[in-house]
């Protein structure tokens, strides 16, 4: 017993030492890609000399004697801080994310593949002017001489991941940094599914006027007549189809079109501004991820200083200022994609029709490696409106008749897409009309940009809006045959024909994605818009004040007030406030009254610390299930969040849209309040099972938290300890402080899509000028300042955006020197 003992204790010892000794290996391989930010290097690339001040939080002010070399040091600080982001968004781009994970991105790939965005970014290199090539030029050496510093120094392959995905990094070209706008315009591309959806919809509703209360027009005159899908395609159609998912990994850039890009954008001019100088406040949404996408940069350039947000990958500051000019994206929802439905020639599955007969499809092969497995070969095919894509993508085959195929037709499908020279040209201009000249090269994703510069405010649309002719058939509302010449595009509207809005008498300018300009098809902008909600609010904070200031700008960013709330409860508890008798303790009924007293005194705001944003929001997703699952069958599941005006039209039951608070399937007619009751108690059974009975104990933050999962590393056992950033978060769906929730049925109100930055811009003071990221500025998960911005962000609080450098040295936790080889 003795020697079994001792033996036990040697095991159990030499297990601990053992496992120490492997802990110590691994945190001493992956410690040695942790960048050295005080350091002196000759490169090979440099004219000159280029300095990389990293200030307090780590933040990269670059100077140089050329363009050239700023653009030079902003790629190496990229790459040192965002390496494995960078190859895995240009593998993603490429279509090669399997070679590195194997079958679980084929799918990804496949469609990637099919729409060739890479080969188009390579064929627009052409298209840029001087400037922007000298940029990407100079960018794509920076980023290559730090591959060649981590090989020679053997700097731990240059970030931890490396190490569980061995596989070689290919020199960054001028190419990859166009194809990463290309990446960033899929992600913010959603036309194509509200198009599928459109068409599922009204194949299953009888009633074509339903289809306007279940994806209803944004408010406001100018909407067109929707024929029914059915009547656009001569022929069968599928009676039913199973739902397909997206592509689940989380590296796919395939988003339902709820997550297809917001944001919030407003300024102020001199005249609404208590400091005396314009105001420009600026949110963008995206989807998170740790690191997030942003990454804050000064670049010191020949014309002067510009800082803000870039997106490692692209050598542009996307969102900020200069000395005298702010500048400012959001999601402008153009409609920018149609889809056709393209019919094959039966004598011949190689041609496909158009308007002058059958004409062969465009065609290559194309291979996809794939780790651990043999090599799939693809053969792509293209129409004369775009790619061919698979029936399954978006469930394009629920709307596709046997022997068609669906092609779609997207302005960022362009070989000679100049967005880049657009972006290096804004970061030159002073003022609001040189900004206003220096976008019109703009192509995609479609953005609506708001100006400031010393004393004018602006809003320009910038990007490629498609010429439709007033005969197509569904407007770009619903797929369309292909052959149809009415139907194509006739090329792009000048840009000129871009809203545009140059200092507004009243002194303030937004834009929430909402509708912002009401003119007829074919200069409509979009029939589908990114909000109805937000504006409400932001009206609202702008002008309860006769001026603003930063701080008032700051507030109305964090604002998490849901008009969406304050509008609907008193519909859809019309008739059961304060109605009924006394129930028994621990029945339903009590549950019932006890809810509804908590929503009776509540303001709508969506604080985490509160039980009411949980009531709230998990009642309405009950009920707008309820009223629409006998209707729409499994389709229903594709409503991933509430739609607050299909809501507001059932109960105010506007041209007869309470119909559907009756259930086809039952022989009782149901009402309206009936539904809501039933819907609260769905939700009260639903809460109870995931948080108990004790309503008021509920905090909105427990189920509202911010989701920055490592992309990859994030699912891993033990691991995503290390490299996921959870935080508890106020704001919804339809706040200011937006913070999208996911609709997933395992976790429906995680916080997945929001502000993954914010910047606020006083020109009084410019160097007052304040912004902040969602995670850090490195991504590597053992770096401090891999979430160190984040708890900031959080609490609603920013740093400084100053262009002083003396400011920047006087802190700065590493200068970099660069000299030439």
């Given at each position: 017993?003795?020697?079994?003992?001792?033996?036990?204790?040697?095991?159990?010892?030499?297990?601990?030492?053992?496992?120490?000794?492997?802990?110590?290996?691994?945190?001493?391989?992956a410690s040695r890609s942790l960048p050295d930010y005080s350091k002196s290097l000759e490169v090979a690339g440099l004219s000159a000399p280029v300095e990389i001040v990293r200030d307090h939080a780590n933040v990269p002010h670059i100077f140089g004697a050329a363009d050239r070399d700023v653009f030079f040091g902003l790629g190496y600080a990229h790459a040192q801080d965002r390496l494995w982001q960078m190859v895995t968004m240009r593998r993603t781009v490429q279509g090669r994310l399997s070679e590195v994970f194997g079958t679980r991105t084929l799918a990804v790939d496949?469609?990637?593949?099919?729409?060739?965005?890479?080969?188009?970014?390579?064929?627009?290199?052409?298209?840029?002017?001087?400037?922007?090539?000298?940029?990407?030029?100079?960018?794509?050496?920076?980023?290559?001489?730090?591959?060649?510093?981590?090989?020679?120094?053997?700097?731990?392959?240059?970030?931890?991941?490396?190490?569980?995905?061995?596989?070689?990094?290919?020199?960054?070209?001028?190419?990859?940094?166009?194809?990463?706008?290309?990446?960033?315009?899929?992600?913010?591309?959603?036309?194509?599914?509200?198009?599928?959806?459109?068409?599922?919809?009204?194949?299953?509703?009888?009633?074509?006027?339903?289809?306007?209360?279940?994806?209803?027009?944004?408010?406001?005159?100018?909407?067109?007549?929707?024929?029914?899908?059915?009547?656009?395609?001569?022929?069968?159609?599928?009676?039913?189809?199973?739902?397909?998912?997206?592509?689940?990994?989380?590296?796919?850039?395939?988003?339902?079109?709820?997550?297809?890009?917001?944001?919030?954008?407003?300024?102020?001019?001199?005249?609404?501004?208590?400091?005396?100088?314009?105001?420009?406040?600026?949110?963008?949404?995206?989807?998170?991820?740790?690191?997030?996408?942003?990454?804050?940069?000064?670049?010191?350039?020949?014309?002067?200083?510009?800082?803000?947000?870039?997106?490692?990958?692209?050598?542009?500051?996307?969102?900020?200022?200069?000395?005298?000019?702010?500048?400012?994206?959001?999601?402008?929802?153009?409609?920018?994609?149609?889809?056709?439905?393209?019919?094959?020639?039966?004598?011949?599955?190689?041609?496909?029709?158009?308007?002058?007969?059958?004409?062969?499809?465009?065609?290559?092969?194309?291979?996809?490696?794939?780790?651990?497995?043999?090599?799939?070969?693809?053969?792509?095919?293209?129409?004369?409106?775009?790619?061919?894509?698979?029936?399954?993508?978006?469930?394009?085959?629920?709307?596709?008749?046997?022997?068609?195929?669906?092609?779609?037709?997207?302005?960022?499908?362009?070989?000679?897409?100049?967005?880049?020279?657009?972006?290096?040209?804004?970061?030159?201009a002073r003022t609001v009309q040189a900004a206003i000249a220096a976008t019109v090269s703009f192509v995609a994703p479609a953005q609506n940009l708001t100006l400031v510069d010393k004393t004018q405010i602006a809003l320009k649309t910038i990007g490629a809006m498609p010429r439709r002719s007033v005969a197509h058939q569904s407007r770009g509302r619903m797929p369309s045959p292909g052959w149809i010449e009415a139907n194509r595009w006739q090329g792009r509207l000048s840009y000129a024909a871009n809203p545009e809005f140059v200092a507004p008498l009243g002194g303030i300018l937004g834009n929430t994605n909402n509708k912002i300009v009401d003119r007829p098809f074919p200069l409509h902008i979009s029939f589908d818009w990114g909000d109805s909600q937000r504006v409400l609010r932001w009206q609202r904070l702008m002008q309860s004040r006769q001026v603003h200031t930063r701080d008032s700008f700051?507030?109305?960013?964090?604002?998490?007030?849901?008009?969406?709330?304050?509008?609907?409860?008193?519909?859809?508890?019309?008739?059961?406030?304060?109605?009924?008798?006394?129930?028994?303790?621990?029945?339903?009924?009590?549950?019932?009254?006890?809810?509804?007293?908590?929503?009776?005194?509540?303001?709508?705001?969506?604080?985490?610390?509160?039980?009411?944003?949980?009531?709230?929001?998990?009642?309405?997703?009950?009920?707008?299930?309820?009223?629409?699952?006998?209707?729409?069958?499994?389709?229903?599941?594709?409503?991933?969040?509430?739609?607050?005006?299909?809501?507001?039209?059932?109960?105010?039951?506007?041209?007869?849209?309470?119909?559907?608070?009756?259930?086809?399937?039952?022989?009782?007619?149901?009402?309206?309040?009936?539904?809501?009751?039933?819907?609260?108690?769905?939700?009260?059974?639903?809460?109870?099972?995931?948080?108990?009975?004790?309503?008021?104990?509920?905090?909105?933050?427990?189920?509202?938290?911010?989701?920055?999962?490592?992309?990859?590393?994030?699912?891993?056992?033990?691991?995503?300890?290390?490299?996921?950033?959870?935080?508890?978060?106020?704001?919804?769906?339809?706040?200011?402080?937006?913070?999208?929730?996911?609709?997933?049925?395992?976790?429906?109100?995680?916080?997945?899509?929001?502000?993954?930055?914010?910047?606020?811009?006083?020109?009084?003071?410019?160097?007052?000028?304040?912004?902040?990221?969602?995670?850090?500025?490195?991504?590597?998960?053992?770096?401090?300042?891999?979430?160190?911005?984040?708890?900031?962000?959080?609490?609603?609080?920013?740093?400084?955006?100053?262009?002083?450098?003396?400011?920047?040295?006087?802190?700065?936790?590493?200068?970099?020197?660069?000299?030439?080889?």
């Amino acid at each position: 017993m003795a020697l079994l003992f001792r033996w036990l204790l040697r095991l159990t010892g030499s297990t601990v030492i053992l496992t120490a000794l492997a802990v110590a290996a691994v945190y001493f391989l992956a410690s040695r890609s942790l960048p050295d930010y005080s350091k002196s290097l000759e490169v090979a690339g440099l004219s000159a000399p280029v300095e990389i001040v990293r200030d307090h939080a780590n933040v990269p002010h670059i100077f140089g004697a050329a363009d050239r070399d700023v653009f030079f040091g902003l790629g190496y600080a990229h790459a040192q801080d965002r390496l494995w982001q960078m190859v895995t968004m240009r593998r993603t781009v490429q279509g090669r994310l399997s070679e590195v994970f194997g079958t679980r991105t084929l799918a990804v790939d496949k469609l990637m593949r099919r729409l060739d965005l890479y080969t188009l970014a390579q064929r627009s290199v052409a298209a840029q002017d001087a400037q922007t090539i000298v940029a990407l030029e100079g960018y794509a050496a920076g980023v290559n001489a730090r591959l060649a510093e981590i090989n020679r120094d053997a700097l731990g392959r240059g970030a931890p991941e490396m190490f569980l995905f061995d596989v070689p990094i290919a020199l960054w070209q001028p190419a990859d940094s166009l194809a990463m706008v290309k990446l960033m315009a899929l992600e913010m591309s959603g036309q194509l599914e509200t198009e599928v959806m459109r068409a599922r919809s009204s194949l299953l509703l009888p009633d074509l006027a339903r289809l306007s209360d279940l994806l209803p027009d944004a408010p406001g005159s100018g909407v067109a007549a929707l024929p029914a899908y059915a009547s656009l395609i001569d022929a069968p159609l599928p009676q039913f189809t199973a739902s397909v998912a997206l592509p689940e990994h989380p590296l796919s850039p395939f988003r339902h079109s709820a997550f297809a890009g917001a944001s919030n954008a407003w300024a102020a001019a001199a005249s609404r501004s208590a400091s005396g100088g314009t105001l420009l406040a600026n949110d963008p949404h995206l989807g998170f991820s740790a690191p997030t996408m942003w990454y804050l940069a000064r670049l010191e350039l020949q014309g002067g200083g510009v800082i803000g947000a870039t997106i490692p990958g692209i050598p542009s500051v996307l969102s900020g200022r200069s000395d005298s000019l702010g500048w400012a994206l959001t999601s402008a929802y153009v409609d920018d994609q149609d889809v056709y439905i393209e019919q094959i020639n039966p004598e011949n599955p190689e041609e496909y029709r158009t308007p002058d007969g059958f004409k062969p499809f465009v065609t290559r092969k194309s291979i996809i490696q794939i780790k651990d497995e043999q090599p799939v070969t693809l053969t792509l095919r293209w129409t004369d409106n775009g790619p061919v894509l698979p029936g399954t993508h978006y469930n394009l085959e629920a709307i596709t008749p046997p022997g068609h195929v669906a092609a779609l037709a997207w302005t960022a499908l362009s070989p000679k897409d100049t967005t880049m020279s657009a972006g290096i040209g804004l970061m030159s201009a002073r003022t609001v009309q040189a900004a206003i000249a220096a976008t019109v090269s703009f192509v995609a994703p479609a953005q609506n940009l708001t100006l400031v510069d010393k004393t004018q405010i602006a809003l320009k649309t910038i990007g490629a809006m498609p010429r439709r002719s007033v005969a197509h058939q569904s407007r770009g509302r619903m797929p369309s045959p292909g052959w149809i010449e009415a139907n194509r595009w006739q090329g792009r509207l000048s840009y000129a024909a871009n809203p545009e809005f140059v200092a507004p008498l009243g002194g303030i300018l937004g834009n929430t994605n909402n509708k912002i300009v009401d003119r007829p098809f074919p200069l409509h902008i979009s029939f589908d818009w990114g909000d109805s909600q937000r504006v409400l609010r932001w009206q609202r904070l702008m002008q309860s004040r006769q001026v603003h200031t930063r701080d008032s700008f700051i507030e109305a960013q964090l604002d998490t007030v849901s008009p969406a709330a304050r509008t609907l409860l008193p519909l859809i508890g019309a008739d059961l406030w304060f109605t009924g008798e006394a129930a028994p303790k621990g029945t339903p009924e009590a549950q019932r009254q006890r809810a509804l007293a908590l929503l009776a005194d509540w303001n709508g705001e969506m604080n985490e610390h509160l039980p009411e944003p949980l009531l709230y929001a998990a009642w309405l997703r009950a009920l707008q299930d309820r009223l629409i699952r006998d209707d729409l069958g499994p389709l229903a599941d594709e409503f991933l969040h509430v739609e607050p005006l299909f809501i507001e039209r059932v109960y105010r039951d506007v041209d007869g849209a309470a119909v559907w608070c009756d259930v086809i399937q039952s022989a009782p007619v149901e009402t309206c309040t009936d539904m809501a009751r039933l819907a609260l108690d769905d939700a009260l059974i639903w809460i109870t099972e995931r948080y108990g009975p004790a309503l008021e104990s509920l905090r909105w933050g427990d189920a509202h938290q911010a989701t920055h999962d490592h992309p990859v590393l994030g699912k891993l056992p033990l691991l995503r300890y290390f490299v996921n950033i959870r935080q508890s978060t106020s704001g919804g769906d339809h706040t200011l402080m937006r913070g999208l929730t996911s609709g997933a049925p395992e976790a429906p109100f995680e916080n997945v899509h929001g502000a993954g930055y914010r910047g606020v811009y006083d020109f009084a003071d410019p160097d007052s000028s304040v912004f902040v990221t969602a995670t850090g500025q490195s991504g590597h998960f053992l770096s401090r300042h891999y979430d160190d911005l984040g708890e900031l962000w959080r609490r609603g609080e920013y740093i400084p955006m100053s262009l002083d450098a003396g400011l920047a040295r006087a802190a700065a936790v590493g200068i970099t020197h660069l000299t030439p080889d």
